[in-house]
């Protein structure tokens, strides 16, 4: 069995990949995917379904989506259910062989990290590669109303942007700077007050020949960063701006 949760929830038994229509019962699933190997109580996982004012009937309906999500994961001739009782309330269990890509995607991150860090760059672009093939897309944002499916979006947003930067780092390590440039204008439109993918856009700019265009580069974002959150840019965005201006290119 394995859990996908870096997207739209599913669960793949060998070749099947099913899918959860009804939306309490995603919600609940994904909240003991992301929680696995936790007990999680019987109140939070009645709050992550319903918010801050769920109805009375709230515990006989947990009791419910709780049996529903054990006949959607049970196998024939195996264990019993991987989601478990365990006061104050349930908890699921991952067993070999059973895969969770929230898992590989954390092992991959971190792959990545250490590989930039000892500046095995190729080796670094494979891991971040590898670890946002596996975010399919968020999941839908009505379905975040407690703080484990909400804590995870926010988590998961900053980790596939860590994840991204680590990637243009890498792959400007490897001299590919003006192959990038246009994803770095389309990464720092969507990312406006995120200084790492316009320091990269200035350095893939002026390490491409375009000296003027990196100047430029560098007053948008001053200006975002002025209008959005009344700042300047921080450190090391002045830093480049300045070694920019120093290059006379002699």
Same mark, same amino acid.
């Given at each position: 069995m394995r859990y996908e949760i870096l997207g739209p929830l599913r669960v793949i038994d060998g070749k099947s990949a099913q899918t959860v229509?009804?939306?309490? !019962?995603? &919600?609940?699933?994904?909240?003991? @995917? &992301?929680?696995? /190997?936790? !007990? !999680? *109580?019987?109140?939070?996982? @009645?709050?992550e379904i319903w /918010?801050?004012?769920?109805?009375?009937?709230?515990?006989? /309906?947990?009791? !419910?989506? @709780? *049996?529903? @999500?054990r006949k959607l994961l049970r196998r024939p001739g195996t264990q019993p259910s991987p989601v478990l009782t365990r006061p104050p309330g349930y908890v699921l269990t991952l067993a070999p062989p059973d895969g969770?890509?929230?898992?590989?995607?954390t092992a991959l991150l971190k792959e990545g990290r250490a590989h930039l860090r000892s500046s095995d760059h190729k080796a670094a672009v494979r891991s971040f590669e590898d670890a946002l093939a596996l975010c399919r897309g968020p999941l839908p944002a009505d379905a975040a109303r407690g703080p484990i499916l909400q804590g995870f979006r926010t988590w998961l947003n900053e980790a596939q942007l860590e994840c991204m930067e680590g990637l243009m780092d890498a792959r400007m390590a490897l001299g590919r700077h003006r192959e990038l440039v246009s994803d770095l204008y389309l990464l720092s439109t969507e990312h406006p007050i995120r200084e790492a993918f316009h320091r990269q856009l200035m350095l893939a700019l002026?390490?491409? /020949?375009?000296r003027g265009d990196a100047l430029l580069a560098y007053q948008r974002a001053r200006r975002t960063l002025r209008e959005e959150l009344g700042v300047e840019p921080g450190a090391a965005l002045q830093d480049v701006q300045r070694a920019i201006l120093m290059d006379d290119g002699h």
């Open positions: 229509n009804a939306q309490k !019962v995603e &919600i609940l699933l994904a909240a003991l @995917i &992301i929680r696995s /190997g936790q !007990v !999680v *109580s019987a109140d939070r996982l @009645i709050r /918010g801050e004012e769920p109805p009375r009937s709230a515990t006989a /309906g947990l009791y !419910v989506y @709780i *049996s529903q @999500i969770l890509d929230l898992r590989d995607f002026h390490r491409s /020949g375009c």
